[in-house]
């Protein structure tokens, strides 16, 4: 139980266009999901709140209107980067709680490389 | 805000020998402290967790323990094997108002030597 897809697993984009990123929880339903980013050798970091049917809550520094996150359903959240750059590229990955137990499980990842 | 600390960051045994990495964390009001295991470009999986009303929870080779007064806990791998190979990170969580969200240590590569 408690599994969690992300597709694409790999994506590349050119400068300028957007990416939209789908992070499904399969055989749960998950009221709220979360968006990390990770770089080479480094920790998670928290991007977003996901919350079903309410707007995200985005961390300090950064920017909403960049990273458009979408939680239309209790099995699906998206992430959009729009207007790319690369800067950008990044691992992405996307959690599901099991809500108040606090338990985190994560989708396998999104290598944006962005040229 | 939760802010954790996790060390060492790198952790080279030998196969056999038991590995301990310690993360300490400073909101006392969290109650929720996961463990994840990171292979190269995987996602991470929960390997065990603990929650602030235990001290101590084992689950084969793997240990966590919690000591609340001092805020710390740690996991503990015995008997380690090359598959341990991997980056683990802590987090602690059940503070934030709330919110579910997870705060995570920096990691600790940990290399087991055949």
């Known amino acids: 139980g408690a599994v969690v897809s992300q597709h694409p697993s790999r994506v590349i984009c050119k400068s300028g266009t957007s990416v939209k990123i789908e992070c499904r929880s399969l055989?749960?339903?998950?009221?709220?999901m979360f968006w990390y980013r990770q770089f080479p050798k480094q920790s998670l970091m928290l991007m977003a709140t996901?919350?079903?049917?309410?707007?995200?809550?985005?961390e300090q520094g950064v920017e909403k209107d960049k990273f458009l996150i979408n939680h239309a359903s209790l099995t699906l959240s998206t992430l959009t980067v729009t207007s790319a750059h690369p800067e950008d590229s990044s691992f992405y990955i996307c959690?599901?709680?099991?809500?108040?137990?606090?338990?985190?499980?994560f989708g396998p990842g999104t290598r944006l490389t962005v040229t | 805000g939760e802010n954790v600390e996790q060390h060492p960051s790198t952790l080279s045994v030998q196969e056999g020998d038991s590995a301990v990495i310690k993360c300490t964390y400073s909101?006392?009001?969290?109650?929720?402290f996961p463990w994840y295991k990171q292979e190269l470009g995987k996602r991470p999986q929960l390997i065990i967790d603990?929650?602030?009303?235990?001290g101590e929870k084992k689950d084969q080779r793997i240990a966590v323990t919690l000591n609340k007064t001092a805020k710390h806990f740690s996991l503990h791998i015995t008997e380690t094997q090359p598959e341990d190979s991997a980056v683990y990170f802590c987090?602690?969580?059940?503070?934030?108002?709330?919110?579910?969200?997870?705060?995570f240590g920096k990691g600790t590569k940990l290399t087991v030597n055949p």
């Open positions: 959690s599901a709680s099991l809500g108040s137990t606090y338990e985190q499980y």
């Open positions: 055989d749960f339903q998950a009221t709220t």
């Open positions: 996901s919350n079903e049917g309410s707007k995200a809550t985005y």
């Open positions: 909101d006392s009001a969290s109650n929720y």
């Open positions: 603990i929650r602030s009303n235990v």
């Open positions: 987090a602690a969580g059940g503070s934030q108002g709330g919110s579910e969200k997870l705060v």
